[in-house]
């Protein structure tokens, strides 16, 4: 069946670097995708979304690329600080609004 | 503001009880939504509701049930617990179409951590 996946389960990254987490998905006709962070023993945060029609979208310190040509979605942390230290999901929006998320991708940040 | 919780928190219980979890939302979302996530398997859809007395089955539903009696309640009911079903369970909603922020964008509540003995 579709999945979406991310490339690589762990990240680390210096504080002050720009952190880059990736994710591979299957469904050509995935029309809308969300990034997510999860601290531990708190639920999914929503951080940026994006839909089919855009290939870039920015907001506080982060920016999710959208390659369609060969189902790709990046999202990027400019400055990574200590606070991004979570699990980081990417998510793609099936039929009835649901989604489809990948396993996940844990940043440390080291000091 | 309130958003989405759930209740409880945390919960022991010995498998073959019934179990209920609870989960309200104040923004009227039209949509809610089970999760539960394990180790190695992320998180995986149980069941979902687009509107009140309107659900319908996800991933992973066997073994639960669900109502939505009033739009901003999503209850999830283990009739009998088993071990395999110890996890953290997520509740989610989201507005749909008429709502002020993206429709699909599901927001999350904090999780209940489920222990089955």
């Known amino acids: 069946g579709e999945s979406v996946g991310l490339h690589l389960p762990t990240l680390s990254v210096q504080e002050g670097d720009n952190s880059i987490i990736n994710c591979a998905y299957s469904?050509?006709?995935?029309?809308?995708f969300i990034w997510y962070k999860q601290e531990s023993g708190k639920g999914p945060q929503f951080i940026i979304d994006i839909r089919s029609n855009m290939d870039k979208r920015q907001g506080q310190r982060v920016t999710v690329l959208l390659n369609k040509t060969v189902k790709h979605l990046s999202l990027q942390i400019a400055a990574t600080q200590p606070g991004d230290s979570a699990v980081y999901f990417c998510?793609?929006?099936?039929?009835?609004?649901?989604?489809?998320f990948g396993a996940g991708t844990t940043v440390t940040v080291r000091a | 503001d309130a958003g989405i919780t759930q209740s409880p928190r945390y919960k022991i219980t010995e498998t073959g009880r019934q179990v209920t979890l609870m989960c309200h939302q104040t923004?009227?979302?039209?949509?809610m939504f089970w999760y539960r996530q394990d180790l190695g398997h992320g998180l995986r859809l149980i069941y979902y509701?687009?509107?009140?007395?309107?659900?319908d089955k996800g991933e992973v539903p066997d073994g639960y049930v669900v109502s939505r009696s009033k739009t901003e309640n999503f209850p999830l009911t283990l009739e009998s617990a088993t071990r395999s079903q110890t996890s953290v369970y997520f509740c989610?909603?989201?507005?749909?179409?008429?709502?002020?922020?993206?429709?699909?964008?599901?927001?999350f509540g904090p999780g209940t951590r489920l222990l089955v003995l």
């Open positions: 923004w009227s979302h039209s949509y």
């Open positions: 469904n050509s006709a995935s029309d809308y």
């Open positions: 989610a909603s989201s507005g749909g179409e008429g709502t002020r922020s993206a429709p699909e964008t599901q927001y």
């Open positions: 509701s687009a509107a009140a007395d309107i659900t």
């Open positions: 998510a793609e929006m099936g039929s009835g609004y649901k989604l489809s």
